[in-house]
């Protein structure tokens, strides 16, 4: 699931990059699927999901929110903050007054992992930003719910869903989230809520999910695209069985355990990448170069970025001993 959510995410900051942002016809792959769902909202929309299940399935409900808190930031921020040090001075040094238009306490929406998010937001118009995107800091609000949102479904699943839609949905509509937090809340509590589920009931809502895309279309994208990801995540749930073999469990053991560090630093890869070609005249063929190059290079960095990261944890856990 998080392969599929991968490949639909660089695909397209691929084609947006390529095609000026969509101001330009695109030549390999198209930006939007059956009923207008958007494939970048396909790709986040899943990656909540995926969050919300695997979440779920390994935190102890007894876990207390601040070892689980410490445990999240844990896993995110080193490796983001490593991965912006990096990408950051090579474009300060590439692209001098790059930065010049961004104000200096917006570092500290860099520091929070905000930064694309509060763009994304409205809040700031020019930041320090240069890897992750949006979602970074939409996912950042959801673990702040979680201990919430796992006692509220062990204690009474019902009332916990019904309080959700009872918020989000009049949030969403409404855009005083900026449509980034409240109805990703509800893609993360069905991911949360997906394992407690019989098989009868998965199959079930996914033909529910399914059936409820055309009739969310008319209403809003995102919410088509969340009952899309809904049915997707069960098919893929119910297939992942037939694709228990060597190889694609090996390939997608891979894809998940670089996806993070590949989400770092995809984008800023691809925006460096095409700097030298005119994109009005690039052709399909040479299209189809790029993005193997591109897919190339996002693997080769996630692994570079990975390497330094373990490598600064082992000087770090040599110098303690020495300073005790």
Request: hydrophobic residues 60%; charged residues 15%; aromatic residues 14%.
């Amino acid at each position: 699931m998080r392969a599929v959510a991968l490949a639909s995410i660089l695909v397209i900051h691929f084609n947006a990059t390529v095609t000026g942002y969509f101001t330009l016809p695109h030549k390999l792959f198209a930006s939007v699927l059956p009923f207008g769902i958007y494939l970048g909202d396909f790709g986040s929309s899943l990656f909540f999901i995926v969050s919300g299940a695997s979440l779920a399935l390994t935190v102890p409900p007894q876990q207390d929110p601040l070892t689980f808190y410490k445990k999240r930031a844990k896993a995110i921020y080193p490796l983001f903050w490593l991965a912006w040090a990096v990408c950051f001075s090579l474009r300060f040094l590439a692209k001098p007054g790059y930065y010049a238009a961004a104000k200096t306490p917006t570092l500290l929406l860099t520091v929070l992992g905000l930064d694309n998010f509060a763009v994304a937001a409205g809040w700031v118009g020019m930041d320090f930003a240069c890897v992750g995107e949006w979602f970074l800091g939409s996912i950042l609000f959801l673990y702040l719910l979680f201990p919430l949102l796992q006692r509220g479904l062990a204690r009474s699943p019902w009332l916990t869903w019904a309080a959700a839609l009872a918020l989000c949905l009049p949030v969403h509509l409404a855009g005083w989230d900026a449509k980034l937090v409240a109805v990703h809340l509800l893609e993360f509590l069905f991911g949360m809520q997906f394992l407690r589920l019989p098989g009868k009931a998965k199959a079930v809502l996914a033909a529910l999910c399914a059936a409820a895309v055309p009739l969310c279309a008319g209403l809003d994208s995102k919410l088509a695209c969340a009952a899309c990801c809904a049915a997707v995540f069960t098919l893929l749930a119910w297939a992942a069985r037939w694709l228990d073999r060597p190889w694609p469990r090996a390939l997608c053991a891979k894809a998940a355990k670089l996806s993070y560090a590949v989400f770092l630093v995809h984008h800023v890869l691809i925006q460096r990448m095409v700097e030298g070609f005119d994109l009005a005249a690039l052709s399909r063929r040479d299209t189809a170069f790029l993005f193997l190059v591109y897919l190339a290079a996002a693997w080769a960095a996630a692994e570079a970025l990975l390497w330094l990261h373990r490598l600064l944890q082992k000087g770090l856990a040599a110098l303690r001993p020495a300073e005790a």
